[in-house]
């Protein structure tokens, strides 16, 4: 029984799990919503127009600056 070897386990757990946060935001998943009929979506561009109504007033937003939830 070791307490300690199993913390240091889940640390390793939590440092992966970061990483991976910080690879999906390298990927520029962009949160998109359109101003103009209220659509929302996940990109990766920052040019495209809105699929539903095809208005280039979107709202963007990163995901990685969205709280852990
Ligand atoms: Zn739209």
Do not use: Y
């Not at 199993?6 to 757990?13: I, P």
């Not at 946060?21 to 561009?45: Q, T, Y």
């Not at 280039?56 to 995901?63: A, D, K, Q, V």
């Amino acid at each position: 029984m070791s307490e300690i070897g199993n913390e240091n386990e889940q640390d390793n757990t939590l440092l992966n799990q970061w990483r991976q946060k910080i690879e999906i935001a390298n990927h520029n998943n962009i949160f998109c919503h359109c101003r103009h009929c209220g659509d929302e979506w996940v990109d990766s561009s920052l040019k495209s127009a809105c699929n539903h109504c095809g208005s280039h007033n979107i709202e963007r937003i990163p995901c990685w600056q969205f709280p852990d939830g």
